[in-house]
């Protein structure tokens, strides 16, 4: 962990005390941390914006009956094997799956990724979660 | 407006470099500034979600040869003419009109008068942009 | 206005009927115009992700108070001005004062001018409010 | 798998080339296909607004380092553990972690679960994606 130092700022009184409910409504042992979540999640949205490597997860929900879905998403996958760390699957139903495939990557090949999944017949539902290696955020 | 308080925080030094690049890269003058912006932003999600007294902007583009369209979008604007606060036309060409229409008023209502005029035929875009009375962001 | 030609899809049925709930809901008065709409909502997303030449909307809510604000924010905006349709001023109370800025241009010069006016202290709130031409939505 | 039906909408000309467009940008074999993709894409939007039974991922990134935390996240989970399908972890550096938690269960109870693991201190980034049973989607 890296060592604290102090952040010392100006803000205009009712906005401190605006501040100091959220804190508190959001469960937060202090507002160090609050300030520090709001800091981080701007990181995160701007090394998206940059297209530098990123860490996120692609959702998946299809239907494993339609006819050699399977296969192509595993090929997919495949194809793109140095940009996955690993993939869980769950049995929604008879027929439907989720599948989440955690990725690490530049965001373009992340994108490109999802994007060849989403367009399969067959997955009902594709979306991509854009977190963070963490690097920029200790 | 209202008076300065001070705010200490304690922040991993890393952290801190990169707001501080992050306060220089978007052009603030200080740093107190940049985190007060980032409070207000999450206090007007907030009122939003909460569904208080907001205020916001209505973005529509229309074609204006579209039969009888202007005569509904104004019989529509005056139906809720108490969350009206002015409306501004632009001629974009011979065809297409921009019309921003800020409004005020509960969260609900203002959705609902944008749900209202997107419906309408030759309305070729709609979108509602988020703002505040300012009441809590002083 | 275009000519209308028809487009035939295939689609399951179960969806076709969550479809035409969707189209009554909101209050649409035919599924043609609502599918539309789904359209020409993506199209404008693809707008400005690809830099083109957008309309759009800043809004802003500030203190007239602060020294010099209004000075400022007249600057920036005839530093912008060939960016810029037309401004709307509203009087929120005494204090506060809600301003629209309707603008045309590329997408990237657009943004550059809502930050050049968020980051000037003062300003409370500063939101950019993605629309469209027209020309690709007809 | 649901039976196709035919879904005729009609469409002005110039909107239908550039629905072309993006289906054969996107890499879809068919139009149909990416008309269902972009009404499911609403359906899932909607089934978070109501509330209803949904499916999502939560994403961590967190410091293991940081005292107690990963017991405190461990903690957590299990007390949601009727909302938690799996999950997957992955050890990202030295220090930081990644991990996946597939969730389903009501909307609220899956954002408190979110809010929860975000607000422990070390945890870096959390988000939360949202997905769907794939109920309605078929």
């Known amino acids: ?26 469960g937060y042992t202090n507002r160090s941390e609050f300030v520090r979540d709001m800091i ?9 914006k940059r297209g530098e490597e990123v860490v996120g997860t692609i959702n998946l929900i299809y239907n494993h009956h339609v006819r050699q879905l399977s296969e192509k998403l595993t090929h997919t996958q495949h194809h793109h094997h140095k940009s996955i760390m690993a993939t869980t699957h769950i049995h929604l139903d008879e027929e439907l799956c989720a599948e989440t495939i955690m990725v690490r990557g530049k965001a373009s090949e992340i ?12 997955v009902l539902h594709a979306n991509l979660s854009a977190s963070s290696t963490g690097k920029l955020l200790k």
Chains 1, 2, 3, 4 share one sequence.
């Open 1 to 26: 962990m890296s060592n604290l130092v102090r952040l010392s700022l100006s803000i205009e009184k009712p906005l401190l005390d605006r501040l100091e409910k959220m804190v508190q409504g959001g």
């Open 111 to 122: 994108k490109e990724l999802a994007d060849d999944l989403r367009k399969q017949k067959g």
């Open 40 to 48: 981080r999640d701007l990181l995160v949205r701007q090394e998206w």
